[in-house]
């Protein structure tokens, strides 16, 4: 082996491996919104929901993995959860949104990697689903899989992702605490001009207003002029889009997963799903031209389930009301904004194919530019 080409393998692993302590965007005063989050402030606050990851970094070129969310610990297929989809920007290879907006359910766990790996996965997602018990005579499945372009850091022509790793991320999925930054999908992702990755954030509704609660998971890699609880970060750190003479990648995608057990209607599902773009303007994005820009938002309220051989010609579910929906809408907007500031926080810096580095946010310097504008809560 060169010693050019061993020196940089080297480099590479000790850099990826030296992952500092980072700490979440509220651990550090910075708390979006007014309502509570809850108690593991993660999508895994909804109850049932579980979240996996399968990270691979290996070499010095892949910088990949995959992401999975399943919305409760049964059979997905044979009981079905109603879902909805909503599109900002359709630039992605999604597969599954039309059959889901067609029929308004989710009946496989929703998977999350990179571009050219989105057909591999839901192949995976197919085997999986075929090989669960009590499936053993259905003949049509539909995979749902998103993706994100970390074609920068990452070999993503060697479509690195495997079966394997599709079933053990699946296997090891847990209801508790979910890991955010370079994990998973999002080991080889960029956003807002830092390393970006996967982060979770959750709100809880007081009792007189439902009591649900809604949480968010996404995987962050587009771009844009960063912007954490209206202070110009980007602007301040002079990394942004347009900036004069620094070099930016704008385009990119970002997938938003919401989970919530308020009883809701594929249609109130959609309109939930629809907020989360508040959100995504209010952390500096646009959705540039090559960015795919996805919401998912599932119920898991047993009420509403949907079983696959209904006996019956009716079912039965129940749905909020239109007139108490505004308080739900308030929770997915700070539940996005606050799992994307974690997705940058919890993130660290990544060496990837040809010895590229994207540096993750620097704190330091964040919450300097945050206390100048007021931006966050002081800390003792």
Known sequence: ??????????????????AQNRLRARDLGIEPGI???????????????????????????IRTGVTLILPHQGNIFQNKVPAAIYVGNGFGKAIGFTQIEELGNLETPIALTNTLNSFIVANALIDYT???????????????VGETNDGWLNDIRGRHVRKKDVFEAISNA????????????????????FKGGIGTSSRVLPKDKGGYTVGVLVQTNFGG?????????????????????????????????????????????KRLAKRTYLAFGKVGSFSSNGSGDYTIAFSTNTDNRIPYNAKEHELKT??????????????????????????????????????????ALPVD????????????????
């Open 174 to 193: 847990s209801t508790g605490t979910v890991k955010e930054g370079n994990v998973g999908a999002g080991v080889g992702t960029r956003c807002l001009g």
């Open 365 to 380: 310097k964040t919450l300097k530019i945050l206390d100048k504008y007021n931006a966050r809560v002081k800390q003792n």
């Open 318 to 359: 129940k749905e909020v009301v239109n007139d108490h929906m505004s308080p739900l809408f308030l929770a997915a907007v700070e539940a996005t904004e606050e799992a994307i500031y974690n997705s940058l926080f919890m993130a660290n810096d990544m060496v990837g194919q040809k010895g590229r580095i994207i540096k």
């Open 1 to 18: 082996m060169p010693k050019f080409l061993f020196f940089l393998i080297t480099f590479s692993f000790f850099f990826n491996c030296q």
């Open 35 to 61: 309502l509570t989050p809850g108690k593991l402030n993660a999508i895994t606050d909804v109850n049932g929901v579980s979240v996996g990851h399968k990270s691979l970094i290996i070499g010095d070129s």
């Open 225 to 269: 002029v960063l912007t954490i609880n209206g202070a110009p970060v980007g602007v301040e750190l002079n990394n942004y889009y347009m900036a004069n003479d620094v070099p930016y990648v704008v385009d990119g995608s970002c997938m938003i997963i919401i989970a919530t057990n308020a009883p809701l209607s594929h249609r109130n599902l």
């Open 130 to 144: 075929l090989s669960v018990p009590g499936n053993a005579k259905i003949r049509s499945v539909n995979p749902v």
